[in-house]
């Protein structure tokens, strides 16, 4: 199952530096990275090609990391491609706490990361729905 290393970081320069070369010094790639403003601290989520490695990394260098379940999935690019999966969450009664997305082939594929309360039964809900989920491996090797 994916993972997202989730890091606490005060809001000031040289936070995302220091962070990303920790990462990359130590040969992790980063798949994604978000960030979200909390007025003086945010939350860095990224997503690793080794993300229990990283957050221990972090960890170890006094940087607060946690590691969260997350469920990849892989549709569409096209207009309406995120509605059509919405619809499914809705239906599944899914409700997505955090997300984020990204394309992989413009035109023909992007990926959809959501944080959900249970992810193994969502998961479960979403194949027998025919969405594409994807493994860890498919994830982090994108």
Do not use: W
């Not at 607060?64 to 969450?89: F, N, Y």
């Amino acid at each position: 199952m994916p993972h997202q290393v989730s890091v606490f970081a005060e809001n000031k320069p040289g936070k995302i530096e220091r962070i990303t070369k920790i990462i990359g010094d130590n040969n992790i790639n980063i798949r994604a990275i978000t960030l979200s403003d909390a007025g003086d601290y945010g939350i860095i989520k990224l997503l690793l090609d080794k993300p229990r490695e990283g957050a221990e990394l972090l960890t170890n260098a006094g940087i607060p990391a946690s590691i969260k379940e997350i469920i990849a999935i892989q549709l569409q690019d096209k207009p309406g491609g995120l509605a059509a999966v919405a619809a499914i969450l809705h239906e599944c009664n899914i409700n997505v706490e955090d997300a984020y997305g990204f394309i992989t082939d413009k035109g023909k594929e992007a990926v959809f990361i959501f944080q959900v309360p249970q992810v193994a039964h969502a998961e479960k809900l979403l194949l027998e729905k025919g969405i594409k989920v994807l493994t860890d491996r498919e994830l982090y090797m994108l």
